[in-house]
């Protein structure tokens, strides 16, 4: 059998593109021939996460649905202490490592740099969880040049809804090419939903973009009637004030099948589109109207991250989990932005975490009660049992068969494996010789099992009931 170091390079890429992040990094390590093949596999990245606050740094790269790397790190008495997490946020699973001491916003960005900074890479959305009421930092000297003017290839770039001092950093950060658009992303609290139930969206033109949209995009988990009315206000004033915002939308995931509607008021016109995914509102001044309406018209779904058949599925359960993060990670919690007069924001975020924490625990629950799942049987009534022994003894004309019913509600053979629920038992009790091949003529050994034990005194039961009957009538 031919090892790994004689495979044909078109077979180790075969196999490079299925392997895991981390796999695929350690992999680049072993030989500069293995760094090549590694280099020359394309590898897509759904999103990550780089934070730095209060001495404090953050990387976190997500590769798929509840699959992260992060990485935490903060200064220590020996150095830099680097707590390791992966695909999991109980404590207890968290290893930690001592570097020496250094930077602490440096030495995050060098482990950024060495993992996501190369061609072969691409970012689908890069988030930079830096708040502005962070310590000034000279982002050129602090940011670039530990990046040593590397660049990530991505297509999203996402800010915090009140981070602007990054911006100007865009072209610097990201290949041009790659790019495709600039969001800024908050949380409103005010509601009592655990997920964003309507998008609030503004588009407006910048600066820094060359050219590519650039949304400010509020994920509300209050999707009432006083909200919606005071953004719609608000959404006028600034419209009428601001020359750079385009439109703003209103995007709510309740189904509301309907013709495009138009509605022109004294100053400003609306355009509300919908479909079984749900509905979106645009407001526009009449100078910016055909602009829109032709961004509007050819979108299947404009309700976007709140549409779970039209969205990514990874896309859609990240910005569902966007309140989670206040249970989760408490301190990267500068993703809340609120709507004035809508409730004071610290007593907002005490209660949000009250209602998280409550969800989180019945959401444990349910995963213990899910695996202590039992074979099913103390379900099965007698009659049910002697039912289906008669017609088993019936159809087969022979040796009656240990059946069992699963959790579903169908009855099996014993020993035959679940390809569903893979609930196989492994104890030498249970095991059933599978690999033994005899003749049909061989009488077949017997299994000794407690279902055998339960089983017998009722078949045994059941054949006198038979003869009894066959004796009397």
């Known amino acids: 059998m031919r090892d790994w170091n004689h495979l044909p390079v078109e077979i180790k890429r075969h196999v490079v593109k299925n392997l895991d992040f ?25 999103r990550v996460r780089f934070g730095y606050k209060q001495g404090k740094c953050l990387v976190m790269i997500y590769t798929g649905i509840e699959k992260f790397l992060r990485l935490e790190l903060s200064k220590c008495k020996e150095g830099i202490l680097v707590e390791r997490s992966e695909n999991t946020w109980d404590p207890r699973d968290i290893t930690t490592k001592i570097l020496p001491p250094s930077d602490v916003l440096k030495t995050g960005l060098t482990i950024l740099k060495n993992l996501l900074a190369h061609e072969s890479i691409i970012i689908e959305a890069m988030e930079w969880d830096i708040p502005d009421e962070s310590p000034k930092i000279k982002y050129q000297q602090e940011i670039l ?33 790659d790019f495709k658009l600039l969001r800024r992303l908050g949380l409103e609290i005010s509601g009592e939903s655990l997920v964003p139930v309507m998008i609030h969206d503004s588009q407006v033109e910048h600066p820094w973009t060359l050219g590519r949209p650039c949304y400010q995009s509020m994920f509300c988990l209050n999707g009432s009637l006083p909200i919606t009315l005071v953004m719609h206000f608000q959404d006028r004033d600034v419209l009428l004030s601001d020359p750079k915002t385009i439109a703003t939308f209103l995007r709510v995931a309740s189904p509301l099948p309907q013709k495009p509607d138009r509605q022109a008021h004294s100053d400003t016109i609306n355009w509300t589109y919908g479909t079984e995914c749900g509905y979106w509102t645009a407001k526009m001044t009449p100078a910016n109207e055909a602009k829109v309406k032709k961004m509007l018209d050819p979108e299947k779904c404009g309700v976007h991250y709140q549409c779970k058949n039209c969205t990514d599925p990874f896309t859609f ?37 009250i209602e998280l924490a409550k969800d989180e625990k019945e959401k444990k629950k349910l995963k213990k009660w899910e695996k202590e799942k039992s074979w099913g049987f103390k379900e099965i009534s007698v009659e ?7 017609k088993d003894v019936k159809d087969s004309g022979g040796p009656v068969k240990n059946v069992v019913k699963n959790s579903g509600g169908d009855f099996k053979e014993l020993g035959q494996e679940s390809e569903a629920f893979g609930d196989g038992y492994d104890d030498k009790n249970f095991d059933i010789d599978a690999d033994a091949e005899e003749p049909a003529s061989a009488i077949p050994k017997p299994i000794f099992s407690l279902k055998v034990f339960f089983i017998l005194p009722i078949l045994l039961s059941f054949m006198f009931y038979l003869i009894i009957s066959h004796l009397y009538y």
């Open 145 to 177: 040049a530990p990046l040593d003017y590397e660049k990530f290839r991505v297509r999203e770039m996402v800010f915090l809804w009140n981070t602007v001092a990054l911006e100007p950093l865009i072209p610097n950060l990201c290949v041009v090419d």
């Open 317 to 353: 359960w990240y910005h569902q989990n966007l309140a989670r993060r206040f249970h989760q990670e408490p301190f990267w919690g500068d993703i809340v932005w609120q709507l004035p007069g809508f409730g004071d924001m610290e007593m907002g975020i005490r209660n949000l975490k």
């Open 22 to 46: 981390m796999s695929r990094h350690s992999m680049k390590s072993t030989s500069h021939v293995e760094r090549l093949i590694v280099n020359s596999t394309c590898f897509k990245v759904p």
């Open 384 to 390: 049910t049992l002697v039912e289906m022994i008669d």
